[in-house]
């Protein structure tokens, strides 16, 4: 079963795991997922995650940003925890393609990312109320 790291405030844990549940994120044995939350990130993002098969870091930006918007940047980068934990993403290769040298919003990751990222938040949010 996955090991969650939480380095945020307590009241978000229970969505990150609504999220990672609607990902199917708990079935990797040997994944060690971190998420991080900070007021500001470097280079003034909303989110980052970066990692492998065996490690993934996320790492959440909460200073200026609105509630709701904090929770699909959760839900985005957690998708992108999924892509690496799976082997699907692998630095800047996608089912073993390189795209390098492919703009931002051309990257086959981010396209996935922004096209599950409002389903993700909503299953786990549904998951949250359930189990209040």
Same mark, same amino acid.
């Given at each position: 079963?996955?090991?969650?790291?939480?380095?945020?405030?307590?009241?978000?844990?229970?969505?990150?795991?609504?999220?990672?549940?609607?990902?199917?994120?708990?079935?990797?044995?040997?994944?060690?997922?971190?998420?991080?939350?900070?007021?500001?990130?470097?280079? *003034?993002?909303?989110?980052?995650?970066?990692?492998? @098969? /065996?490690?993934?870091?996320? %790492?959440? #930006?909460?200073? $200026?940003?609105?509630?709701?918007?904090?929770?699909?940047?959760?839900?985005?980068?957690?998708?992108?925890?999924?892509?690496?934990?799976?082997?699907?993403?692998?630095?800047?290769?996608?089912? *073993?393609?390189?795209?390098?040298?492919?703009?931002? @919003? /051309?990257?086959?990751?981010? %396209?996935? #990312?922004?096209? $599950?990222?409002?389903?993700?938040?909503?299953?786990?949010?549904?998951?949250?109320?359930?189990?209040?």
């Amino acid at each position: 079963m996955t090991h969650v790291n939480y380095d945020c405030p307590e009241k978000f844990v229970p969505y990150i795991n609504g999220c990672i549940e609607v990902l199917g994120l708990w079935k990797y044995p040997d994944l060690e997922l971190t998420v991080v939350m900070e007021p500001t990130i470097t280079g *003034g993002a909303h989110g980052y995650c970066w990692g492998d @098969t /065996e490690e993934v870091e996320v %790492e959440i #930006a909460t200073d $200026k940003v609105a509630m709701d918007e904090v929770c699909l940047t959760i839900a985005h980068e957690l998708i992108h925890a999924k892509q690496y934990a799976s082997g699907v993403l692998d630095d800047m290769n996608w089912k *073993g393609k390189c795209y390098r040298d492919t703009k931002y @919003t /051309e990257l086959p990751w981010e %396209e996935e #990312a922004f096209k $599950k990222e409002e389903e993700v938040m909503m299953k786990a949010i549904e998951i949250v109320r359930r189990k209040i």
